[in-house]
């Protein structure tokens, strides 16, 4: 099969993962989406922040995701393989090669207590995982030991794929699921998140996991100043979620970084115009939001919350609750 050529801009000498891409082979591509392999040299990485982080290492079975969220905030990450379009993260996707045998090898470094994220960066169950099926490979590893603390983040309800496996790996380990859904309104998200599964079907996922048995709950992020902010909205997003009997719920504004704002700035100027100029001054000169408006939405969910009888947060372990936060994308994800 035939490797991935070099990119017209990228150095002649290429080392590390960028190397490791350019070897890449090609696989059958799905629809608009090109896939190599990665002969990855590691799949359990450690998070390295200033931040204090829930986790300490993190597991992403692939490079790149398939769902072309247009906030994504992992985009960067394509940047360490000498790809520099933002649009080559939902394009060009990576499937880590042997992830089961390096994860039997690297286990030994985890010390007990210390939680491990598979998806902080990209989607475990994007589209590709129902043919190349490497979450399913790593969970299988995973069933095979004991005494780990695990926290999975999706957006696809093809998690109920491993609904057996999911359990049996939280009988001999400490497991939460979380589901993230930005909208329960189907039009914006197919906007927000054009390949990812309707939010009905996500919700309908969170409810067969919490009946099989497995921690599972539910992350609104991010949320979307003028978007998706209304209590209106946040407070119909918190009773659907209650009413799947989900264990906990958070919610997290967005996080714009260079280079996610150049593919969800011009999606704004196309769908949203009358918001730009509010969210230039707002990201303008920072990829937070305010401290003002971050409290904002947090007493916002703390009141739905409470009204509706959920968790903002859930522990069923050592392990604080795997959320995907602004501060991971500080930090070598893969």
């Not at 359990?167 to 979380?178: I, K």
């Not at 707002?282 to 409290?295: H, I, L, Q, W």
Request: glycine residues 4%; contains cysteine.
């Amino acid at each position: 099969m035939a490797t991935l050529p070099l990119l017209p801009d990228a150095p002649t000498r290429l080392v590390g993962i960028a190397r490791l891409a350019s070897q890449g082979a090609a696989l059958p591509e799905g629809h608009n989406v090109e896939f190599f392999t990665l002969n990855a040299r590691s799949l359990l990485n450690r998070a390295v922040s200033k931040r204090q982080l829930p986790f300490t290492w993190t597991i992403n079975p692939y490079r790149g995701c398939e769902f072309a969220c247009k906030y994504c905030y992992a985009r960067y990450t394509h940047e360490f393989m000498e790809m520099r379009n933002g649009v080559d993260f939902e394009q060009k996707i990576y499937v880590k090669q042997h992830a089961a045998n390096l994860l039997r090898q690297e286990l030994r470094q985890v010390k007990r207590g210390e939680g491990i994220a598979m998806g902080a960066a990209t989607d475990p169950y994007q589209p590709g995982e129902r043919r190349y099926q490497v979450t399913r490979e790593i969970l299988q590893e995973f069933s095979r030991h004991e005494g780990f603390d695990l926290g999975i983040i999706t957006k696809s309800n093809l998690i109920l794929r491993d609904i057996d496996l999911l359990q049996e790996v939280s009988s001999r380990n400490h497991l939460s699921v979380t589901i993230t859904i930005t909208t329960l309104h189907t039009d914006l998200a197919r906007m927000l998140e054009p390949r990812a599964p309707r939010p009905d079907l996500r919700l309908d996922a969170v409810r067969k996991l919490s009946e099989a048995g497995i921690n599972a709950g539910v992350n609104c992020a991010p949320v979307l100043p003028s978007i998706t902010d209304s209590p209106r909205d946040l407070e119909a997003l918190v009773e659907a979620v209650a009413g799947v009997k989900a264990k906990f719920i958070h919610a997290n504004p967005l996080y714009l970084k260079p280079c996610s704002a150049a593919v969800f700035m011009p999606f704004l100027e196309e769908k949203f115009p009358h918001l730009v100029n509010s969210y230039r001054q707002r990201y303008g000169t920072n990829s937070f939001v305010t401290p003002a408006y971050r409290k904002r939405i947090a007493e916002i969910m703390q009141k739905l919350t409470q009204k509706y009888g959920m968790n903002r947060r859930y522990m069923p372990s050592r392990l604080k609750q795997v959320l995907p936060r602004p501060q991971a994308a500080q930090m070598e994800l893969f």
